[in-house]
Structures are given as structure tokens and as C-alpha cells.
């Protein structure tokens, strides 16, 4: 077990500020301002060492020296940070793979073998995703399966962070969960295609484990701008279409998703038809014009009670239908309209698709791109942001639910809960 001096450092003076060589003898100061002059240089201390986790997490396996240098530490404080890291068993130094070529490789900064670990969850409309992933992003393991929409999936869910939680222990700091929903708290409001309302996501972890609940087009978004196609950029906004459509505006790096989480509900914005009425209680939503319903619907087909799977199946179809392409296009360009509003909107830097998003970008991409240009503001449409495709794919929503975690780990309060366990 390590003590909390351990990762703190203790009382080395490495961040502290130096004193005048030349400064005059004054009175010894008094134990107040000692303690508040410890606690000053504890907290830099503190600083530097969440600073380098935090771009080890993101950049895994960056080398010490280009860690100083993107953070501006000297190479002493980076020398001092990383013994007090691996002292911590948060992070570890290992000489990479050779090349072949001249020199000595620098060794790699990565996550530490017994570091800590959290258990990311996915549950989406018809499948589920248990991950155990460390710092940096790597799954160390991973189970998943089917499901019928019933909410007892959550018995089997929870018993696979149970077995994870059982072969790791207390280096399982947090389970945290992304599920198809509106979610305020551990909670999902309102899971249309799911079926489900008021269902409660805290029983996924063990006790005295941190749960932690987000929408899935959220979390894909927070994971696409910060490791996909998204990074680089500053402002990203984020758009799934599975059962209608949610995303998210990132900012730096971090979603703005609400007062209460629950923001990034795009499919419920009144872009569609008044005259129909959306499962969740508006009328006229974006949801109901871009997936499988309004497909469905195109073709004068009942509801399906799979949308994701009628959506698959009528753009399978699409190639030799026109029929079916004439459903699919409209449903892009629905897309595209809808994309165009909120950029005029929110004014991100980049717009990422993933989901069924991406099935309509390439099987009919000029009418994606008609319904966005038609819908942009004249000054935008010379040099609009552009529209990308996912680059994480179906692992995005379990990405971000790891990264969501891993922000709240790496804190103050977040390590020295891991310093104590």
C-alpha cells in the first residue's frame, strides 16, 4: 500500500519557490504562515504531478523528455514528478520496442503495471460492453453480448463488473456507465429505444465503488474530440444518430453537457414535422427524421420495432432500390439540415458523425452535403466546418465513458483516494 506521501512528495521543496540570497534575517515565521506555505507548495506539487498523468493518459507512452517539454517543466522537475509517479504505482518507465536504428530509444512514461483501473460500461440499443482500461486508454480486458431491451440485462451487466472488480480489487477505482439515454445522475430519465424510464445505474458497482452515467452519443463525442477525428481541434461538435439523434459540444477537451448532464438531446430539437409526436412527449422532433422510422416511414411502412435495424437493412437495400435511396437520401439530407442549424448555432471548428451518421455519409454523401450547405448561414458556407466521419467507431461510447472516469481520477481528491487504498 502507498502512503499519501508517497505520491505528494512529502516535504521535498522542489516546487517551492526559492528565497533572496541576499534577503535580510527577519523573525521566524509563525506556524500559521508555515502551514500555509507548505500547503502553497504542496499544491504545486500536486499541480506538476496531475499535469504529467494527464498527458500520459491522453499521449500513452510519450517519452519523459517530450512530456517536459509540452508541459514546460525543467528536466529536473520532470526527473523529481516521475520518481514520485512510479513511487505512487501510477505510472512506470520502459524502454520501447528497439527500431533498428542508432542511439539508445528514450524510455517510455506509461501506466504503471499495478496502477489503478476503471470498468468502463456500454449499453446500447442491442448490445452491452464491460472494459477493464487503465491509464492511457488500454483495455486490459473486455467481455459483451446481446441483449432484448429488458432492463434485467443489468443483472448480467453488473455481474461482469462484479468479476472484473473481483480480480482487481481496490485498483478498481470507478465503473462508469454509457447507456442509450437521457440520464440525470445515475439515473436514465428516458431510454426510448430501450424502453426504459426512471432506471437507476448505480447498482452496477460494487459497493464503495464510484458509479459514474452518461449518454452514449455524449461520451462518443467527448471520446471522438479528444482521440479520434476530432483531436486537434478546439471546438467540436458531435452528432450520433442510433434511435434519433444526441451528441455534444466539447470545448478544450471537455463536453458542455448541461446543469444536470443531461444536455446534448439534438434529435429533440423541433427541426421535423409539428404534426408528429416524438415517444418523448414533443412534437416535431430532429429524431424522426433521420433513422430507421423515418425510413420506414418514406417507404409507408409501419413503425419498425427495430429502428437501427430497419435503418440497416433499407441502406443495404438502397444500392438496387430507388425506392430505398430515395428514403435513405431524404433522411441524409434531414441530417444535413439539422447538422447545418446547430453549427450556426454553437459555431464549433469541426463536426463529427459516428453511428448510423456515418452509414448516411458514405452511402449518400452529396445529400448530406446539400441539406448542410442549404441549411448554413451565407458567411459560413465559403468555409463551413467540416463534417468527418468517426474514427473510433462502435468503441467510441466506451472510449469516453473510461475517459469520463479517468477525470475524475485524476484530481486531487481523485489520487488521494488512491493513495489510501
Known amino acids: 500500500m502507498q502512503t499519501k506521501d508517497a505520491w505528494r512528495g ?4 522542489a516546487w517551492a519557490p526559492h528565497p533572496d540570497q541576499g534577503a535580510r534575517p527577519a523573525r521566524a515565521p509563525s506556524a500559521h504562515a508555515n ?10 506539487r500536486n499541480q506538476g504531478a496531475l499535469a504529467v498523468l494527464r498527458h500520459v493518459h491522453v499521449h500513452p507512452s510519450v517519452t519523459r523528455a517530450d512530456a517536459a517539454r509540452a508541459l514546460g517543466l525543467s528536466s ?29 530509444p528514450s524510455p517510455a512514461l506509461r501506466a504503471h503495471p499495478g496502477g489503478p483501473l476503471v470498468c468502463a460500461v456500454d449499453i446500447s440499443h442491442e448490445r452491452w460492453w464491460v472494459a477493464c482500461v487503465e491509464l492511457g486508454g488500454v483495455v486490459v480486458e473486455s467481455s459483451s453480448g446481446t441483449h432484448t431491451r429488458r432492463v434485467d440485462v443489468l443483472d448480467l451487466v453488473a455481474e ?7 480480480r ?3 485498483r478498481v477505482r470507478a465503473v462508469s456507465v454509457s447507456v442509450a439515454g437521457i440520464v440525470q445522475g445515475t439515473a436514465v430519465v428516458q431510454a426510448s429505444g430501450l424502453g426504459w424510464r426512471g432506471v437507476d445505474l448505480a447498482r452496477l458497482a460494487p459497493p464503495g465503488v464510484a458509479v459514474l452515467v452518461g449518454n452514449d452519443a455524449s461520451l462518443a463525442g467527448l471520446a471522438e474530440a479528444r482521440r479520434g477525428a476530432g483531436a486537434g481541434a478546439r471546438v467540436v461538435l458531435h452528432l450520433s444518430v442510433e434511435v434519433g439523434v444526441g451528441g455534444v459540444l ?31 412527449g414533443a412534437r416535431g422532433c430532429w429524431d424522426l427524421e433521420v433513422d430507421g422510422r423515418a425510413m420506414a416511414r418514406a417507404l409507408g411502412r409501419r413503425p419498425p420495432r427495430d429502428p437501427r435495424a430497419a435503418a440497416d437493412q433499407i441502406i443495404k437495400a438502397a444500392r438496387t ?38 452509414d448516411l455519409a458514405v452511402t449518400v454523401p452529396n445529400a448530406l452535403a446539400d441539406g448542410y450547405a442549404a441549411a448554413l448561414m451565407r458567411h459560413r458556407r465559403s468555409d463551413p466546418p467540416p463534417l468527418v466521419t468517426s474514427a473510433l467507431g462502435p468503441l467510441s461510447p466506451l472510449t469516453g465513458a473510461a475517459d469520463a472516469a479517468f477525470d475524475v481520477l485524476l484530481t486531487g481528491e481523485g489520487l488521494d483516494g488512491w493513495s489510501h487504498a
Open 168 to 170: 482487481y480489487g481496490r
Open 10 to 13: 512529502g516535504d521535498d521543496p
Open 250 to 280: 466539447v470545448v478544450d477537451g471537455r463536453p458542455m453537457d448541461g446543469a444536470t448532464g443531461a444536455g446534448g438531446e439534438f434529435g429533440h430539437m423541433p427541426f421535423g414535422d409539428p404534426a408528429l409526436e416524438c415517444p418523448c
Open 76 to 104: 529536473g522537475s520532470a526527473t523529481e514528478i516521475t520518481a514520485r509517479l512510479k513511487a505512487a504505482r501510477l505510472l512506470e518507465e520502459a524502454a520501447p520496442a528497439r527500431t533498428g536504428g542508432r542511439g539508445r
Open 321 to 358: 432500390d430507388p425506392a430505398a435511396r430515395e428514403a435513405v437520401t431524404a433522411a441524409a439530407r434531414a441530417l444535413g439540415r439539422g447538422a447545418g442549424a446547430l453549427v450556426n448555432a454553437l459555431d464549433p471548428g469541426m463536426v463529427t458523425l459516428s453511428g448510423l451518421a456515418v
Open 160 to 166: 461482469r463488473v462484479r468479476d472484473v472488480h473481483d
Open 35 to 44: 502551514s500555509a506555505h507548505a500547503h502553497s507548495a504542496r499544491a504545486l
